[in-house]
């Protein structure tokens, strides 16, 4: 656990926010008695981390970036010592420790840790669901509270995520199918799964409806990376792998959960079916809907998965088991460096603002990137936050205002995620001169220039 907080809390206030947490803060700030027309509105995402969200922030005025963050961090090191759980009760101690010592050092976890969504909660709370489905079914003769909290937490992550059921239906279907438990206690353990997936199902279709999901589709299409990444989700994050390590990932993550399926035993077996739903899920759901080969959707699946490979790590005797174990604890060391390099970090609007508010004048006017949500809606929050009321932000494709903007002669703040190769001569032909040029490094780059109008 003392890696795992090192790791998770290390940056964790260094990154601007991304676009999804600008939503996710969004969201959270409305009344709850609001909260859920705004999820129709923007999110494809149920209400329960919204709502904790909600709390963190009117209850303990959390408004930096490291405070509003701090919930997912806590959750992921306290997913550590559930893997070591988990991993025990599937495939003995070593299982667990490699399991957990992975977890600390995944890149993908390290990921949603510093994010303000709902992956990281979600992650600790179906692997509480797994241990408590496992402890139902081994004879123990407090089976029935085990198998009703399974239930309770499974009803809980499909209220923080909808594809938590495909990673937790494995293990209902086990409790269901175990003849030591009464019809009584499987019944109690499927009520309140039930009644939470009936209560939320018509915010899911209203969200599916809307079409938000396709806003990711340029990012989750079915290329031999993106596949490379969900079959390899634990080591997956925000900055682009050399494809050798992703063949590398994807290979010894789908070889642990092969072996369980082959080798394992039946609760064995039931992880490695609920490491594979998501991934599975969102292949079929490219097939017959829009394209969904992104590890946010299959990110539920990473503790299963990790169990998986502590399993088969853990079968292995005398000097193979520890190579095993040195050669996946470098790939976890490798990828989650990589994930706190300066480039990893998510497009740096708080930096660009801050800029332009150390050298704002009335009347200048910010022009944003055309079409560029990821780029854009950040520099919205950080301009609320950093510039005088009132203060233009003009969007790029707004062609319209910003042909107003170079007739009125304003001074303009001109954010770039890609800077056209004659911008400077194009601004030099309608009477500016380039005043200042700012670049910030992340996984979007952005340029900042000041256009001043020759007089």
Known sequence: MAVAAANFLLNLGSSSLFVDEVYSLGDASVPLGSLMDRLRDTEVTPPAYFVALHEWIGRLGAEAEWEVRLPSTICAICLIPALFDLGRIVAGTSAGVVAAALGALSPLVLDYAQQVRTYAPAMLVIALAATCALRAVDGRPEARRWAIGAGLLVALGFSMHYTTLLATGPLLALIVLTGSLSRRVRAATLAPVAVVVLALLPLMLDQLESGRQAAISPFSEPTVRNLLSIFGTPW???????????????????????WMLARGSTQARVIALGASGPVIGSIVATLVSDDAIITRYTSISAPFALVAIGAAVASFGGVRRAVAIAVVLFIGFSGTLRGHDRDARFADARAATEAIESRWRPGDVIVTPANNVTVNLPMLHYAGLELPPGADVVPGEDAEGVEQLLAQRSRLWIV??????????????????TEMIDRYRGTVPITLWLATPER
Do not use: M, N
Request: glycine share 8%; charged share 25%; no cysteine.
């Open 236 to 258: 997956d994050s925000r900055l682009a792998e050399p494809v050798v390590y992703k063949v590398v990932a994807a290979l010894i993550t789908t070889g642990a959960i092969v």
């Open 416 to 433: 770039f995620q890609r800077v056209p190769a004659d911008a400077a001569a194009g601004l030099e032909r309608r009477g500016y001169r």
